[in-house]
């Protein structure tokens, strides 16, 4: 009998048994996913190549055969010594091309929310937002180039002065990949990484135009775009919001500080299309193509934050 209850006490206490039912924990096993939240900012540097939309406005011309100088009908109408001048006909503003191409540094700032995939934490897609600040684009003269005439003479012009800035934002998704192995990006190491997207970019271009050779106040086109009772148009200052699918790519590297923030140091570019310069009259009810900002490029460097949850 004694034996009998040795036997059950030791079985009872046998040190690799527990009480209780198996408890799983999700936490065991990390499969990398993860929330991702930035905040970016730098300077960026953008170049367009400008091209000239005015189409068929027509201005007449005096020439100085003597000398080669060249004024518009304008302009002649108010000269008291221009006797050796004599009229060489019409030409459209449209055949000239633009003085230069815009280029030029701002600023830029952005902010991102995305996530990382599960078992594949290399690659991440995140919704972002990004601001380019007011770009100026000031030339005197606006127009400069070789125009035909109907007399048949080729002419060279200066027309037009403009003082103008650039501005947009663009709404994307990109899709990165991170250069690293495993599950978990390592700490205190550079992690690099590149990225493409696509982008919705809203633009908007403010215009001031003046006419300082007078060639633009004596077409007709232009006279309902501004004030012209001193008989030299005084342009509206005039905005408009160009629309575009933009395209966007990056590379850089990230910097672990902590397992969740990291230090994000890269290089966008940013594609839009095109972005237009726009006159339009004192009620904004009509207006007219006066040059644009064809294949705008974007090119900033960002330093920011990236969090991961």
Same mark, same amino acid.
């Given at each position: 009998?004694? %034996?009998?209850?040795a036997? #059950? $006490?030791?079985?009872?206490?046998?040190?690799?048994?527990y009480s209780?039912?198996?408890?799983?924990?999700?936490r065991?096993?990390?499969d990398?996913?993860?929330?991702t939240f +930035?905040?970016?900012?730098? /300077?960026?540097?953008?170049?367009?190549? @400008?091209?000239?939309?005015?189409?068929? $406005? $027509?201005?007449? &011309?005096y /020439?100085?055969?003597?000398?080669?100088?060249v004024?518009?009908?304008a302009q002649?109408?108010?000269?008291? #010594?221009c006797?050796d001048f004599? &009229?060489? %006909?019409?030409g459209?503003?449209?055949d000239? %091309?633009l003085?230069k191409?815009?280029?030029?540094y701002s600023?830029?700032a952005g902010a991102?929310?995305?996530?990382?995939?599960?078992?594949?934490?290399?690659?991440?897609?995140e919704?972002?937002?990004?601001?380019? +600040?007011?770009?100026?684009?000031?030339?005197?003269?606006?127009f400069k180039?070789?125009m035909?005439?109907?007399?048949g003479?080729?002419?060279?012009?200066?027309?037009?002065?403009a003082?103008?800035?650039?501005?947009?934002?663009?709404i994307s998704? @990109?899709?990165?990949?991170?250069?690293f192995?495993g599950?978990?990006?390592?700490l205190?190491? @550079?992690?690099p &990484?590149?990225?493409?997207g696509?982008?919705? /970019?809203d633009s908007?271009? $403010?215009?001031?135009? /003046?006419?300082?050779?007078?060639?633009?106040?004596s077409a007709?086109?232009?006279?309902n775009f501004?004030?012209?009772?001193?008989?030299i148009?005084?342009?509206?200052?005039?905005?408009?919001? +160009?629309?575009?699918?933009?395209?966007?790519?990056?590379?850089?590297f990230s910097?672990?500080?902590?397992e969740?923030?990291?230090?994000?140091i %890269?290089a966008?570019?940013? &594609?839009?299309?095109?972005v237009?310069?726009?006159?339009?009259?004192?009620?904004d009810?009509?207006? @007219?193509?006066l040059?644009s900002?064809?294949?705008l490029?974007?090119?900033?460097i960002?330093?920011g934050?990236?969090?991961?949850?």
């Amino acid at each position: 009998m004694f %034996g009998l209850i040795a036997l #059950n $006490v030791g079985t009872a206490n046998a040190g690799w048994q527990y009480s209780g039912e198996y408890t799983y924990n999700p936490r065991a096993y990390d499969d990398g996913s993860r929330t991702t939240f +930035s905040l970016r900012g730098g /300077a960026t540097f953008a170049w367009a190549k @400008m091209q000239n939309d005015v189409g068929s $406005v $027509v201005s007449g &011309y005096y /020439a100085n055969y003597d000398t080669g100088e060249v004024i518009s009908a304008a302009q002649y109408e108010d000269c008291t #010594n221009c006797n050796d001048f004599v &009229y060489v %006909g019409t030409g459209e503003l449209g055949d000239v %091309g633009l003085n230069k191409d815009l280029s030029g540094y701002s600023f830029t700032a952005g902010a991102s929310i995305g996530f990382l995939f599960p078992d594949k934490p290399q690659w991440r897609v995140e919704l972002g937002w990004d601001h380019f +600040s007011k770009i100026d684009y000031n030339e005197s003269p606006l127009f400069k180039g070789n125009m035909n005439l109907t007399s048949g003479e080729t002419i060279n012009v200066e027309s037009g002065s403009a003082q103008s800035t650039v501005s947009s934002d663009i709404i994307s998704v @990109m899709a990165f990949y991170d250069f690293f192995e495993g599950f978990q990006k390592p700490l205190y190491k @550079m992690i690099p &990484y590149v990225g493409l997207g696509i982008g919705y /970019a809203d633009s908007e271009t $403010v215009l001031n135009l /003046a006419d300082p050779w007078g060639d633009l106040s004596s077409a007709g086109d232009l006279t309902n775009f501004g004030d012209n009772s001193t008989g030299i148009i005084q342009f509206y200052q005039s905005k408009t919001n +160009s629309v575009n699918v933009a395209g966007l790519a990056s590379l850089g590297f990230s910097y672990g500080l902590k397992e969740y923030l990291f230090l994000d140091i %890269g290089a966008r570019l940013a &594609y839009i299309p095109r972005v237009k310069y726009v006159l339009t009259n004192s009620t904004d009810t009509r207006n @007219m193509d006066l040059f644009s900002a064809k294949d705008l490029f974007y090119t900033n460097i960002n330093v920011g934050v990236r969090f991961e949850f």
